[in-house]
């Protein structure tokens, strides 16, 4: 469980962080939002024990993070930029890992093992770190943020760098965490928290801009719209819908027998039933009808101030 | 803390991890070439001048203050050899905490549950160690001494102390002058500066008041050297030097200890 009440940070006159107040349940996977200096790295930071908050208390399982006390226990972290020593072997760097974080003898070679399995990065364990790829450089990383079986798992941008097929699979790695450790992740590709995350914090300029699942976060800011194709009148229809409540309606290209309308709702609301019956009063024939979500960058986008009012 | 595998176990760690990096190093190489070509090159001259001072009469030799062997070669050598480290142990130090805080390296290892001393002290140990090798393959030249001639052993023994001694001194201002800074290059010229400022003190004593004097030749390295390479082990010198060593090591683990606060996003 990781828990911030009230953590700030300042760096000199910069405030990099400004009470910032969440939680993430045990066995959740969260993902911080935000644009590059919203204070993702700088909490991230904090939570590790590196950088003494200036303000506020954070707690993490059983330690106790705040001014004066940064010791951390039970956590693993990738950093961003994964810094490794590039003269040492996979094999043997993760050795050394496993014996800063108290693993010795048959229990630490075990453990190597494991996480090199579970990571993906066995094929490289002979390798030299400095003639690995990018890509294997974060699953080392990863690997070692593994080790020990930490209850909590810190995650700078884990996916940063990554080709797709590696991205994929690091999301099903930490997907399948879910319900055993606690993960918090940074990010800023949004649909990435909104594949495998079960809360999103936005943070944006150094406070907490919002917290909800994605699913809440996308109805807070209203409803995103339909697409409809039907048959029929086009006009009666747009008539129709435009009674009905749309902000506004737009008559794409011919799609099949029938035509393509994108239908755009300020509220929130289940319109789906009406907007059937509009193409039935119009005597239109209708042939699909799909509800259409706003996406995370639009409710992030609204959310920061940076896409129009909600 | 949980995590823990014993006082020393991540000490030892880090002291493996540093030891192997250093006989990767290139930098450490070069280091050991040039500290023993240096090294040879001192012990021929001494040779050498001492041979020819054996030609002279005793009379001749006790005016230039040079009687025994270990007057004639031994003292210099020794001295030289800790004049010599000097230079070289900047370089081998300078990368131990800073190029980790360049590189995120020590934001890596402090997200671990070690403790800041743990890291130094594994460090020291490595570069001690290193430095120690090159001390015995320096001297290794001077036990060829005991086969031509016949050296006081005391000597050798009390300078090997002092050498070993220094060298821990040089090597914990060096790593405390490495962990206030990410830059590798200031931490070299800092260190080889502080080294030279606390070494070239002592050259003064002659020109300044007595009283000023005496204190330099407290706080000189090159006084505190004296007896060692002398044939003379004083309970003050050794204090001294494990006080300088404790308090630079301390000094260091407060700073790593403190990173967080100079730490930017």
């Given at each position: 469980m990781i828990e911030a009440?009230?953590l700030?940070k300042?760096?000199?006159?910069?405030?990099a962080l400004?009470?910032a107040?969440f939680?993430v349940?045990k066995g959740e996977v969260a993902a911080f939002?935000g644009?590059?200096?919203?204070g993702k790295t700088t909490t991230l930071r904090i939570l590790t024990g590196f950088l003494p908050p200036?303000?506020?208390?954070a707690r993490i399982g059983e330690s106790e993070i705040g001014?004066?006390n940064g010791a951390v226990c039970g956590v693993g972290y990738l950093p961003e930029r994964m810094p490794l020593y590039?003269?040492m072997?996979v094999?043997?760097y993760l050795r050394y890992a496993a014996a800063m974080k108290g693993l010795?003898?048959?229990?630490a070679?075990?453990e190597v093992?494991r996480v090199l399995?579970r990571s993906?990065a066995?094929?490289?364990?002979?390798?030299?770190i400095?003639?690995?790829?990018h890509?294997y450089r974060r699953r080392v990383g990863l690997a070692q943020a593994l080790l020990g079986d930490p209850p909590v798992l810190l995650l700078d941008e884990p996916t940063a760098g990554l080709?797709?097929?590696?991205?994929?699979?690091l999301r099903?790695l930490i997907?399948?965490l879910a319900?055993k450790v606690t993960v918090l992740l940074s990010t800023?590709?949004?649909?990435e928290?909104?594949?495998i995350c079960?809360?999103?914090i936005?943070l944006?300029?150094?406070?907490?801009?919002?917290?909800?699942?994605?699913?809440?976060?996308?109805?807070?800011?209203?409803?995103?719209?339909?697409?409809?194709?039907?048959?029929?009148?086009?006009?009666?229809?747009?008539?129709?819908?435009?009674?009905?409540?749309?902000?506004?309606?737009?008559?794409?290209?011919?799609?099949?027998?029938?035509?393509?309308?994108?239908?755009?709702?300020?509220?929130?609301?289940?319109?789906?039933?009406?907007?059937?019956?509009?193409?039935?009063?119009?005597?239109?024939?209708?042939?699909?009808?799909?509800?259409?979500?706003?996406?995370?960058?639009?409710?992030?986008?609204?959310?920061?101030?940076?896409?129009?009012?909600? | 803390m949980p995590g823990?595998?014993?006082?020393?176990?991540k000490?030892?760690a880090v002291?493996?991890r540093?030891?192997?990096?250093?006989?990767?190093?290139?930098?450490?190489?070069?280091?050991?070439?040039?500290?023993?070509?240096?090294?040879?090159?001192?012990?021929?001259?001494?040779?050498?001048?001492?041979?020819?001072?054996?030609?002279?009469?005793?009379?001749?030799?006790?005016?230039?203050?040079?009687?025994?062997?270990?007057?004639?070669?031994?003292?210099?050598?020794?001295?030289?050899?800790?004049?010599?480290?000097?230079?070289?142990?900047?370089?081998?130090?300078?990368?131990?905490?800073?190029?980790e805080r360049?590189d995120g390296l020590l934001e890596m290892n402090l997200s671990w549950p070690v403790r800041p001393?743990e890291i130094?002290?594994?460090?020291?140990?490595?570069?001690?160690?290193?430095?120690?090798?090159?001390?015995?393959?320096?001297?290794?030249?001077?036990?060829?001494?005991?086969?031509?001639?016949?050296?006081?052993?005391?000597?050798?023994?009390?300078?090997?102390?002092?050498?070993?001694?220094?060298?821990?001194?040089?090597?914990?201002?060096?790593?405390?002058?490495?962990?206030?800074?990410?830059?590798?290059?200031?931490?070299?010229?800092?260190?080889?500066?502080?080294?030279?400022?606390?070494?070239?003190?002592?050259?003064?004593?002659?020109?300044?008041?007595?009283?000023?004097?005496?204190?330099?030749?407290?706080?000189?390295?090159?006084?505190?050297?004296?007896?060692?390479?002398?044939?003379?082990?004083?309970?003050?010198?050794?204090?001294?030097?494990?006080?300088?060593?404790?308090?630079?090591?301390?000094?260091?683990?407060?700073?790593i200890a403190?990173s967080g606060?100079?730490g930017k996003e």
């Amino acid at each position: 469980m990781i828990e911030a009440i009230g953590l700030g940070k300042t760096f000199g006159r910069n405030v990099a962080l400004q009470d910032a107040t969440f939680r993430v349940a045990k066995g959740e996977v969260a993902a911080f939002l935000g644009m590059n200096g919203a204070g993702k790295t700088t909490t991230l930071r904090i939570l590790t024990g590196f950088l003494p908050p200036t303000s506020g208390r954070a707690r993490i399982g059983e330690s106790e993070i705040g001014p004066g006390n940064g010791a951390v226990c039970g956590v693993g972290y990738l950093p961003e930029r994964m810094p490794l020593y590039a003269e040492m072997r996979v094999g043997g760097y993760l050795r050394y890992a496993a014996a800063m974080k108290g693993l010795a003898g048959g229990e630490a070679r075990r453990e190597v093992g494991r996480v090199l399995e579970r990571s993906g990065a066995d094929v490289v364990a002979d390798r030299r770190i400095a003639g690995i790829s990018h890509g294997y450089r974060r699953r080392v990383g990863l690997a070692q943020a593994l080790l020990g079986d930490p209850p909590v798992l810190l995650l700078d941008e884990p996916t940063a760098g990554l080709d797709p097929e590696q991205a994929a699979e690091l999301r099903a790695l930490i997907s399948a965490l879910a319900g055993k450790v606690t993960v918090l992740l940074s990010t800023h590709i949004l649909e990435e928290a909104s594949r495998i995350c079960s809360k999103v914090i936005i943070l944006h300029e150094g406070r907490v801009a919002a917290i909800d699942t994605p699913n809440r976060l996308r109805d807070r800011v209203g409803q995103g719209g339909y697409t409809l194709v039907a048959a029929g009148d086009v006009e009666a229809i747009r008539a129709g819908l435009l009674s009905l409540g749309a902000a506004a309606v737009r008559v794409g290209d011919e799609e099949g027998e029938g035509r393509c309308f994108d239908i755009e709702f300020t509220a929130s609301g289940e319109e789906g039933p009406g907007i059937a019956r509009v193409v039935a009063d119009a005597k239109g024939r209708l042939f699909e009808l799909k509800k259409r979500r706003p996406s995370l960058e639009e409710v992030f986008l609204r959310l920061t101030g940076r896409g129009g009012s909600s | 803390m949980p995590g823990d595998r014993g006082v020393t176990g991540k000490a030892f760690a880090v002291a493996k991890r540093e030891t192997a990096s250093f006989f990767h190093s290139p930098v450490a190489w070069v280091t050991g070439t040039v500290f023993l070509l240096l090294d040879g090159y001192f012990f021929y001259t001494f040779v050498t001048y001492y041979h020819l001072l054996c030609l002279r009469t005793p009379e001749s030799r006790r005016e230039l203050g040079v009687l025994t062997l270990s007057e004639g070669v031994i003292r210099p050598l020794l001295e030289n050899v800790s004049f010599i480290a000097i230079l070289v142990i900047p370089l081998l130090t300078m990368g131990l905490f800073a190029r980790e805080r360049r590189d995120g390296l020590l934001e890596m290892n402090l997200s671990w549950p070690v403790r800041p001393w743990e890291i130094v002290a594994g460090k020291f140990a490595a570069a001690l160690l290193f430095f120690t090798s090159l001390s015995v393959l320096a001297l290794l030249e001077a036990v060829w001494l005991f086969r031509v001639a016949d050296p006081d052993p005391g000597v050798f023994v009390s300078g090997f102390t002092g050498l070993f001694l220094v060298g821990s001194a040089f090597i914990a201002v060096g790593i405390l002058l490495s962990s206030i800074t990410a830059n590798v290059i200031a931490a070299a010229v800092s260190t080889f500066c502080a080294l030279l400022a606390a070494w070239s003190i002592g050259w003064t004593v002659t020109i300044v008041p007595v009283a000023l004097s005496r204190a330099i030749e407290k706080i000189s390295l090159l006084h505190r050297t004296h007896g060692f390479f002398g044939g003379v082990i004083d309970a003050g010198d050794i204090a001294f030097f494990l006080a300088l060593t404790a308090a630079a090591l301390t000094g260091a683990a407060r700073f790593i200890a403190s990173s967080g606060w100079r730490g930017k996003e």
